[in-house]
């Protein structure tokens, strides 16, 4: 099969288009002839080798595929050889081939393409589980996003508005602004001209925000919980301008404050699988009717995922970028 390796750690330009043995569906896994793959800022930071794979996943990067059900291995139900699926994989998403683990596996929604499909998985996994299960956004709350134009950020736009919670959101620029107020945000702070914490305190008459959704880290979070409200609660995802900070613990112990955050990729199937069905539950329906949808900046071909990490990299896009193959 044609695949993407990562030649060494280092720039975009150290991901080659190789020849590799295709794999084999082991128990308990759905081998998927893939139709085109997501690119995410995990992939990027693997390729910088500073991400290695879990033990046993695959060195090719890739998070989550879409493509068609080629072979099924031993103790596999609920799916068919045939099937059109998306799924959250450990690795291996680049390329013809990929393996997949049964419990993390979904039915591309109604009237799906496979890249709108393969769009799901990373984004919709990661926003369910920290947003919803570990925060435990509820109706009537109000949620700060970072990175509002970004995969993770428009995906939690929108599920955070399904539910009926008011949304503030930062972006870098009056076009990304624009696109996340068609999303539903109540408000768009471009962090570039205008202070975050303040526009939060005038925007809720100074009570707080519940749920911040943090992936910048660094000075960021100190500012995140002076926005929240009493008993909010603080989600860290991931740390674009670095994991080490140095917080005031009064006001964390003053208004009661939960600092929490995760890692979804070095999770077992169990964990994994019982997001699966929630999003199957309470997600896929909105899917299939328009109320929520992923969105798509660029496609490319499998050749070009370079292209991708580049774009990736410069943070010009809004929404996903996808490989179709």
Known sequence: MKAIEIIEPGGADVLQICDRPDPVADAGQLLIRVKAAGINRPDVVQRMGLYPPPPGASDIPGLEVAGVVEALGSSVSGFSVGDSVCALVPGGGYAELCVAPVETCL????????????????????VWSNLFDRAGLVAGETVLVHGGSSGIGSTAIQLAKAVGTKVITTVGSEKKSDFCRTLGADLVVNYREQDFESCVAEYTDGAGVNVVLDMVGGSYIAKNIQCLAPDGRHVSIAFLTGPQVEINMLPVMLKRLTLTGSTLRPRDNVFKGAIAEALKENVWPLLAKGAVKPVIDTVLPLAEASVGHALMESSGHMGKIILEI
Do not use: K, M, R
């Open 107 to 126: 039915p591309v929604p109604e009237g799906f393409s496979f890249v709108q499909a393969a769009a799901l998985p990373v984004t919709y996994f990661t």
